[in-house]
């Protein structure tokens, strides 16, 4: 299959079958590639937690208005903006390029600035919002990737970001909840999954100048 009927076989799953579960090499696989999500500055300023454990789902199902999506599919995966988006941080992504690229770190210190006077410039609410944006990011490549995988997924966002913090302790880690995925292969009597697609057409989605 092409990428694009690999998009077009995806679809926003709302019934997961509960007795197939992704095996860890189609986790790992999945992971890889969702690390590899493109971020402002290279920052990732977002963690990723891995929802496994039944009595879990259960808690996030109740606290996403019961969908079902999230005690059906096989994993939640969870995507968590930082809180405390600061200096230190920069400087351990810093360190990090050095350490990686083998790059002498004063090389790197102009980088530093600049991220950090864009960073400064920001209100502690607003940090947050950038760093929600780059999650959004990584749900799009996780999405994607899945359905490469032959994995099946559906973006949510509806849910109760604060009783998943709550539930998933995100507070005392600096992390807020942005937008979730649970992961899985659809229910071979979810209605949706044989649905047309809907999309804008061509004319009206794309401007070309
Ligand atoms: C950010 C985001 C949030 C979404 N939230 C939900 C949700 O809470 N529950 C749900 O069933 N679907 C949710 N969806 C799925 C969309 O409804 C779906 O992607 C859209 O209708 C297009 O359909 P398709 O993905 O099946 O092609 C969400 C999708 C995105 C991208």
């Given at each position: 299959m092409?990428?694009?009927?690999?998009?077009?076989?995806?679809?926003a799953?709302?019934?997961f079958?509960?007795?197939?579960?992704?095996?860890?090499?189609?986790?790992?696989?999945?992971?890889?590639?969702?690390?590899?999500?493109?971020?402002?500055?290279?920052?990732?300023?977002?963690?990723?937690?891995?929802?496994?454990?039944?009595?879990?789902?259960?808690?996030?199902?109740d606290?996403?208005?019961?969908?079902?999506?999230?005690?059906?599919?096989?994993?939640?995966?969870?995507f968590?903006?930082?809180?405390?988006?600061?200096?230190?941080?920069?400087?351990?992504?810093i360190?990090?390029?050095?350490?990686?690229?083998?790059?002498?770190?004063?090389?790197?210190?102009?980088?530093?600035?600049?991220?950090?006077?864009?960073?400064?410039?920001?209100?502690?609410?607003?940090?947050?919002?950038?760093?929600?944006?780059?999650?959004?990011?990584?749900?799009?490549?996780?999405?994607?990737?899945?359905?490469?995988?032959?994995?099946?997924?559906?973006?949510?966002?509806?849910?109760?970001?604060?009783k998943?913090?709550?539930?998933?302790?995100?507070?005392?880690?600096g992390?807020?909840?942005?937008?979730?995925?649970p992961?899985?292969?659809?229910?071979?009597?979810d209605?949706?999954?044989?649905?047309?697609?809907?999309?804008?057409?061509?004319?009206?989605?794309?401007?070309?100048?």
């Open positions: 092409s990428l694009l009927d690999k998009l077009n076989w995806r679809y799953t709302k019934k079958d509960e007795t197939k579960k992704l095996n860890p090499d189609q986790l790992n696989a999945l992971l890889d590639a969702v690390q590899l999500a493109p971020s402002s500055a290279g920052l990732q300023a977002y963690r990723i937690i891995v929802v496994e454990n039944p009595e879990i789902k259960q808690k996030l199902r606290a996403a208005y019961g969908q079902q999506q999230l005690t059906t599919a096989s994993h939640i995966v969870i968590a903006a930082e809180t405390n988006l600061d200096g230190q941080y920069v400087k351990n992504y360190d990090r390029i050095a350490e990686t690229r083998g790059v002498d770190r004063a090389n790197l210190e102009v980088f530093e600035t600049n991220i950090n006077n864009n960073v400064n410039r920001m209100t502690d609410d607003l940090k947050i919002v950038w760093n929600h944006k780059q999650a959004y990011i990584a749900l799009g490549v996780l999405v994607s990737a899945a359905a490469d995988l032959g994995i099946d997924s559906c973006a949510m966002e509806g849910f109760d970001a604060a998943f913090d709550e539930i998933l302790g995100l507070k005392v880690l992390l807020t909840t942005s937008v979730i995925a992961i899985g292969f659809r229910a071979h009597d209605a949706l999954s044989t649905a047309l697609k809907v999309r804008r057409p061509k004319e009206e989605l794309f401007i070309h100048i």
